[in-house]
Antibody, heavy 122, light 109 residues
């Protein structure tokens, strides 16, 4: 079955950097686009970024554009999120999610990991 | 940017009752609308995609309807495990982005 396991969260100071990873299994990782979605404590869901199945195109929410970079290594079945210039408002649980569309189709997140907590605080 | 507005914010119902949740988009999203369920401490679970299609393994008591700007998630008869927060979500194709509504909490009355 589809499994997504995030790691790399932790406490970081404002202005700092962090890299999240998401290990995927149970499906053909190289055939699906992947998302990062976050949820601030006690708040709703916010889409962060999407990368196409082959890494050819990347899309970002305005709130993270220029600071966050999504990437993937299809040989390792792993998704990444490099987060730079972190702010207090970036504090959230970060989920990776598989897109339901195959190859070139971008559809909607269907399977989600359990998330990793990022806390930005001095 | 398309904004999704969910109503009501909280729905207080008893097991066995029918739940009707609304999601309104600030402009047409065609049928690119999904619904998710989230329980405390858990990841979201996809219930409905493309406005009216149930995701794999989702019970038939969950149904979605609507197109354009007005969408509805209906739970025909609430089970104890259905008390949770529900989010709608849309995809815009240009630019390619996804947006969530603010959520509706279905609580036990």
């Amino acid at each position: 079955q589809v499994q997504l396991v995030e790691s790399g969260g932790g406490v970081v100071q404002p202005g700092g950097s962090l890299r999240l990873s998401c290990a995927a299994s149970g499906f053909t990782f190289s055939s699906y686009g992947m998302h990062w979605v976050r949820q601030a404590p006690g708040k709703g869901l916010e889409w962060v970024a999407f990368i196409r199945y082959d890494g050819s195109n990347k899309y970002y929410a305005d709130s993270v554009k220029g600071r966050f970079t999504i990437s993937r290594d299809n040989s390792k079945n792993t998704l990444y999120l490099q987060m730079n210039s972190l702010r207090a408002e970036d504090t959230a649980v970060y989920y990776c999610a598989k897109d339901s569309g195959v190859v070139v189709v971008a559809a909607t997140p269907d399977y989600w990991g359990q998330g990793t907590l990022v806390t930005v605080s001095s | 940017e398309i904004v999704l507005t969910q109503s009501p914010a909280t729905l207080s119902l008893s097991p066995g009752e029918r739940a009707t949740l609304s999601c309104r988009a600030s402009q047409s999203v065609s049928s690119y609308l999904a619904w998710y369920q989230q329980k405390p401490g858990q990841a979201p679970r996809l219930l409905i995609y493309d406005a009216s299609n149930r995701a794999t393994g989702i019970p038939a008591r969950f149904s979605g309807s609507g197109s354009g700007t007005d969408f509805t998630l209906t739970i025909s008869s609430l089970e104890p495990e259905d008390f949770a927060v529900y989010y709608c979500q849309q995809r815009s194709n240009w630019p390619l982005t996804w947006t969530f509504g603010q959520g509706t909490k279905v609580e036990i009355k």
